[in-house]
């Protein structure tokens, strides 16, 4: 006598097997605030953010919250631009993008770039102050009219907004001309050797001046600046 045993065979489809598909790409949002190149806050609307590096490119426009939506944008590390007509670029580096969606929490303050002209520079000093540097403005700074200015500072007679040893946070002035007192305190923080020559260059700058740190360039960048300047000037350090 045989005993038959039916065995019952349960199949699976071929897709059942299949891992998921990965996730390679998802969205990077953000905001912005936009300003003129003083402390007014203007419309947000209208500035173009772009991943640089990807082909096709990928960017956005801000809405009038200042929001953006960077679409499908494969996982990787970026740097991200934020450009309008009129601004100086801002640009944020390594973006880390993965796992899903990317916010990014840090909202930029932007300004529009620098109407102000510098149309003399010079140096004198005093009893109370070895170093004196005198800033004449277009348009003139008043009470009613602010203007921004930025200094910097280098041992070579080259000096320029991309050549320089330190600089000075953004200065305010309602005069013109500006002066800009430098106790002994002050030129000490400057880090200068005492009996070196330094140049000073000074340009129009906005409040809100865009500024960042490149990595590729190992220096600080500065896209507000309006480089229509005076000559640099020079003094020796006590």
């Known amino acids: 006598m045989f005993t038959i045993v039916v065995v019952g065979l349960t199949s699976c489809s071929k897709d059942e097997n299949l891992d998921a598909t990965p996730v390679t790409m998802a969205n990077i949002t953000g905001s912005v605030n936009l300003y003129d190149e003083g402390t007014t806050k203007i419309d947000n609307l209208g500035m173009t953010v772009t991943v640089e590096g990807t082909s096709p490119l990928i960017s956005a426009t801000t809405d009038i919250n200042g929001k ?19 601004y100086g670029t801002f640009k944020r580096f390594n973006v880390e993008h993965k796992d899903g969606n ?107 001046g865009n500024s960042y740190s490149d990595p590729n360039l190992n220096r600080d960048i500065f896209p507000n600046l309006n480089l229509n300047s005076a000559p640099a000037v020079s003094f020796v350090v006590p």
């Open 68 to 86: 953006y939506t960077l679409m499908d944008v494969p996982f990787g590390t970026y740097t991200i631009l934020y450009q309008k007509s009129g």
């Open 102 to 208: 990317t916010f990014i929490p840090d909202t930029p303050s932007l300004g529009q770039k620098s109407t102000t002209t510098i149309t003399n520079l010079t140096v004198s000093s005093n009893a109370n102050f070895p170093v004196i540097i005198s800033v004449t403005t277009n348009p003139a700074g008043s009470q009613a009219n602010t203007r921004y200015i930025r200094f910097f500072f280098s041992t070579n007679p080259n000096i320029s907004n991309e050549n320089y040893d330190s600089y000075l946070e953004t200065s305010q002035t309602n005069i013109s001309p500006n002066n800009l007192n430098l106790s002994q305190a002050s030129l000490d923080a400057l880090d200068f050797t005492s009996g070196s020559t330094v140049y000073v260059k000074c340009y129009g700058e906005s409040f809100w």
